[in-house]
């Protein structure tokens, strides 16, 4: 029987992502129990979602806290109760402190809305449409002290089209991230994910040298 990684959600709104993770392992997909779910607001979409299916909620409201420090502490310390292994950031719009990333060394991960390393930060379909890309995608990636800028797991692509608008690009984008985030945390719950310098290395990876894309075709 696989062992069940025990997983610390962090959300700020909807919650897609965590439901995407759910989903996944109600389905057998993902080898992950959820611990809990935190969120730094009490109106967030995603707490609905986690009670629906009778997962442990918190709200951790940093503006109760005096520091981004001191809040990151009591989050380490809600995680460490609950003996999570793996945290989770799933929409949760705040940028972590040493105090958490420490605690959680290449055992943060978070998802972001391009290929990584271009376009971190925020609104990056935006920028990825007036920018002219061809292609754009979302990333998996282990959490360090830069803004998107730790060791990368797992990325998809998805093409950019003349009449895409920000809006449309994301929900495309979007759809990308609900299947590589739950593959993602599959990959270490199994134990293949080894961090070398800033590069991800996947035990058992298979090569294929196929998956070559174009943009304009290269016919039509």
């Known amino acids: 029987m696989a062992r069940e990684l025990p997983i610390g959600v962090l959300i700020s709104g909807s919650g897609t992502n965590l439901q995407a993770i759910i989903d996944a392992i109600e389905a057998k997909r993902l080898d992950a129990v959820i611990r809990v779910v935190i969120s730094n607001r009490e109106d967030a979409f995603g707490l609905v979602r986690?009670?629906?299916?009778?997962?442990?909620?918190?709200?951790?409201?940093?503006?109760?806290?005096?520091?981004?420090?001191a809040y990151d502490q009591a989050l380490v310390d809600i995680l460490r109760r609950r003996?999570?292994?793996l945290v989770i950031l799933a929409?949760?719009?705040?940028?972590?402190?040493?105090?958490?990333?420490?605690?959680y060394s290449n055992?943060?991960?978070?998802?972001?809305?391009?290929?990584?390393?271009?376009?971190?930060g925020?609104?990056?379909q935006k920028k990825a449409v007036e920018h002219g890309v061809r292609?754009?995608?979302?990333?998996?990636?282990?959490?360090?002290?830069?803004c998107d800028e730790g060791p990368i797991i797992i990325q998809a692509v998805v093409p950019v089209f003349p009449d895409d608008t920000e809006e449309s690009l994301a929900a495309r984008i979007l759809q990308e991230e609900h299947r590589i985030y739950p593959r993602a945390v599959q990959l270490y719950s199994e134990g293949r994910l080894?961090?070398?310098?800033?590069?991800?290395?996947?035990?058992?990876?298979?090569k294929d040298d196929s998956q070559v894309l174009t943009n304009p075709p290269l016919k039509g």
């Open 50 to 69: 986690a009670k629906k299916h009778n997962l442990p909620t918190e709200v951790l409201d940093h503006k109760k806290f005096p520091s981004r420090e």
């Open 83 to 85: 003996q999570v292994e």
């Open 91 to 103: 929409g949760f719009m705040r940028l972590l402190s040493p105090v958490l990333v420490g605690a």
């Open 107 to 120: 055992r943060i991960m978070n998802i972001h809305p391009a290929l990584l390393p271009s376009f971190p």
């Open 122 to 124: 925020l609104h990056v």
């Open 135 to 146: 292609f754009s995608g979302c990333t998996v990636h282990f959490v360090n002290e830069g």
């Open 194 to 206: 080894r961090v070398a310098g800033r590069v991800v290395q996947v035990e058992g990876l298979a």
